[in-house]
């Protein structure tokens, strides 16, 4: 089976590198220019011509994506062009003077622009702290991302129960930064009322992290009463290590021997990794024993649903994993087995064996073969590139996007980029922003 090399993976690097300081003070090409202008159709006769012709190569694929979504930002309005604007963190580096320009522009699209920039430090406008009062939340959550000093503490505060949840939110991650105890009543209230589920997870997280017994012990009570989202955001207050020592650590333990589901699997892996990093004494060695066993056995004899998620949590360090593993990739339940293979594939001794059945499910029809493919890109085979490309025409969106992003983590660029004239805003927007942000693996 032919695999990416890690020469290959390495000059990738490279190039993504340099791509976009190449394009600095040349003339775009014909291509970027239509990219930029948003004709699709124009744009998608374009791109086949060139692959035709072999005159596409990686370089300018990355410059079409990175001209297209430049082109949508200065395009884009109302809460969609938001939530688009939002949507580009992962890859804004080489899009920071098309979110300036902008940001330039006084709307909610604009203010979510400028909060991309503060957030990565590369914001040149006034001080977010002058848009504190601004009637458009989206530019007060500038102020409130910046409210992390000591100083802050009233205004940021006041900005924890703004009618905004684009503010709460900032101002939840700004407490994350300030860990002041000043705060700890306003978070926890937070936690329990905010009608917002990022804000309440974002604001016990920061609780977490102001830490102390009273923390632990409010965050138990509101686990109890939480839904599911707000029970995984506790787990990782408990983690924190200012409420792991303050009793964090008896509660996470506690949540994974007598809890259920998804919830006590994922407090069982959290209390796996957390800790303060010193050497473990006997009684935390018996306790972290005690929360793999709970994964293991639910990979064994849990719920359809639970055997799936504890073999993906299982920690791959740990020497019990690879023959839960081995066992599971010879399940009757074809999930079960695909996900114990995935993770088989990773390790030497089971790689070829492995890729070979994935290769099988990835040659299939069912749905199976999506999460197959998607595997062996990881794993940098060259061998699925065929099925992949062949998705390319599907009528399915959700299949062109996962083939999309699976030709470029194994580095087949060029072929990825008829998807940056997809018809689905959604398929050619995620596709541009993975080829700006996203490398092929080294092997």
Partial sequence: MQHLSRPTAVASWRLIFWSGVLLVGCARPAIVETAQGGDLVRLRQSIAAEQKAGTLDEKKTRAIARGMLEGDI??????????FVASLRSCAEPLEDALSNRAETRDATGGEAALVLVERNAWCGAS???????????????AAHEADGSGDAPQRRAFLIDRDERVRRA????????????????LLEAGRVDPDPLTRSRALRAAGAIGGEGVALALR?????????????????????ATWQAGGRAELLYASHH???????????TFLRAGDGSKPTPELQSERAGAFAR?????????????RLALRLLPTEHPETEALLLTASKDADLEVALIATVRLAG????????????????????????????ALSVYGSLDVLPLLTAEIGSKDARARLLAGTSLIRTGAVVDAAPLLADTDPGVRRSIACRLLSQLPPAR
């Fill in 259 to 269: 809890g259920s589901g998804p919830v006590a699997l994922a407090a069982a892996v």
């Fill in 128 to 142: 977010p702290s002058s848009f504190a009062s601004d009637e458009d939340g989206a530019w007060r959550a500038l």
């Fill in 171 to 186: 101002a939840a991650d700004a407490a994350l930064s300030a860990k002041s105890s000043a705060d700890l009543s306003v």
């Fill in 295 to 307: 994964l293991a056995r639910a990979s064994v004899d849990g719920t359809a649903s639970e055997r």
């Fill in 74 to 83: 200065q395009r884009s309005r109302g809460s969609e062009g938001a939530d």
């Fill in 347 to 374: 390790r030497a001794a089971h790689q070829k064996a492995a890729e070979t059945r994935l290769l099988e499910w990835a040659r299939g029809e069912g749905s199976l073969r999506f999460e197959a493919r998607a």
């Fill in 221 to 241: 009570d509101r686990f109890d009463a939480g839904d599911e989202g707000d029970r995984l955001a506790i787990l990782d207050a408990w983690a924190e290590e």
